[in-house]
Nanobody, 133 residues
Framework: QVQLVESGGVSLQAGGSLGLSCAVS????????AGWYRQPLGKQREGVAS????????YYADSVKGRFTVSLDEAKRMLYLQMNSLKPEDTAMYYC??????????????????????????WGQGTQVNVSV
């Protein structure tokens, strides 16, 4: 398993941009789906961006497509989420998540609510993003 620590959450106004970071330690990370989930207060946690740690397939929720970008620096063991054109509805606790997968496994299932066996997921502690009008 991996251990994850997020950072970068702040309060800002709508229309702004923000970058979140996730530091990864522990296991080698070449067979994971790596992504970002968010959970607004009182609502379900949902995946908004996911990618394989090896490979080019990247997936986004429709609500963030074109505004958010997930990237991985494997050498630095860092996962990033660049968020542009932020909206009040982006307000949430943001979690970095790594899910162990097979060599040919898809990460598409990490968009939306977590669906895989929970023992395959590693989660960070979360970082809060507040977007005001």
């Amino acid at each position: 398993q991996v251990q994850l620590v997020e950072s970068g959450g702040v309060s800002l106004q709508a229309g702004g941009s923000l970058g979140l970071s996730c530091a990864v330690s522990g296991d080698t990370i070449n067979t994971y789906c790596a992504g970002w989930y968010r959970q607004p207060l009182g609502k379900q946690r949902e995946g908004v961006a996911s990618r394989r740690t090896r490979g080019d397939n990247i997936y986004y929720a429709d609500s963030v497509k074109g505004r958010f970008t997930v990237s991985l620096d494997e050498a630095k063991r860092m996962l990033y989420l660049q968020m542009n054109s932020l909206k009040p509805e982006d307000t949430a606790m943001y979690y970095c998540a790594f899910r162990r997968t097979s060599a040919g496994g898809s990460c598409l299932g990490d968009i939306g609510p977590p669906q895989g066996p929970q023992h395959l997921y590693s989660w960070g502690q979360g970082t809060q993003v507040n977007v005001s009008v």
